[in-house]
């Protein structure tokens, strides 16, 4: 959504954590709803991302304590660099 439209009443609905709004309203009812805040993993799935910042943050602080994740992720991260070059 780019754009509020002015005068325009909206409903806000929260569905598994996500806080959508929508136009109250016709004609302007028939246009989706949009993402305006919740909680942030579940925006994070809400919006298609792999995962949330905190979830990468709990991923990272598991590789201190864990070998077998700590190595994965040095590879992940070789991959990473490998490609981000390549573009």
Sequence with gaps: MTKMIPDQALIYERQNGVVYARYRDPPHNELERWIVGG?????????????SWSEWQELCRLT????????????????????KDDK
Excluded at 39 to 51: I, K, M, Y
């Design 39 to 51: 909680d942030p993993d579940a925006v994070s799935r809400a919006t298609g991302d792999l995962f």
């Design 64 to 83: 201190e304590t864990n070998y077998t994740l700590q190595t994965q992720m040095k590879k992940l991260l070789d991959l990473y660099y490998i490609i």
